[in-house]
C-alpha cells in the first residue's frame, strides 16, 4: 500500500494526495497524520486534493474525521484544490464535511491557517 507524504512547513504540515485512495491509505492517512501533529506540534494541516478526481462517501467522510482529530490535537485543517466535480459529488452524498475549512488553492490554505493562529479566525 502506498503511503500520502505529510511534508512539514513551519508549524504546518501539508498532505498532498497524488495516489488514488482507497479505504486502506485513507485510514493510514489518518493515523500517520495524527502521530506527525502530536511528534511535531503542528498548528495547521492542510490536505491538498487537486489530485483527487473522484471521492466516495468513505473517503468524503474520513476528510471529516480527519479534521476532527487534529481539531482534538490543537490543530485546524484546510482542505485545498477541490475539483469542482468533487464538490458535486460530496453534496450530492450529502456530506458537507463539517469543521472542515476549504480554499481554492495552497497559497490560500497557508494564508487562512496564519490568519486563524493569529487569533483573527
Do not use: W
Request: cysteine-free; charged content about 20%; hydrophobic content about 50%.
Amino acid at each position: 500500500m502506498e503511503r500520502v507524504p505529510i511534508l512539514k512547513l513551519g508549524d504546518i504540515l501539508i498532505v498532498s494526495i497524488q495516489i488514488d485512495l482507497d479505504d486502506q491509505s485513507v485510514l493510514a492517512l489518518q493515523e500517520d497524520l495524527a502521530d506527525t501533529v502530536v511528534s511535531t506540534g503542528a498548528r495547521g494541516v492542510i490536505i491538498d486534493i487537486t489530485a483527487v478526481e473522484i471521492v466516495d462517501s468513505f473517503i468524503g467522510r474520513m476528510f471529516s474525521t480527519i479534521a476532527a482529530i487534529t481539531r482534538m490535537l490543537d490543530a485546524e485543517t484546510v482542505v485545498v484544490g477541490m475539483r469542482p466535480a468533487v464538490a458535486i459529488t460530496l453534496v450530492e452524498l450529502g456530506l458537507s464535511l463539517g469543521g472542515v475549512r476549504t480554499a481554492l488553492n495552497l497559497e490560500k490554505g497557508v494564508a487562512m491557517l496564519e490568519h486563524v493562529r493569529d487569533g483573527a479566525g
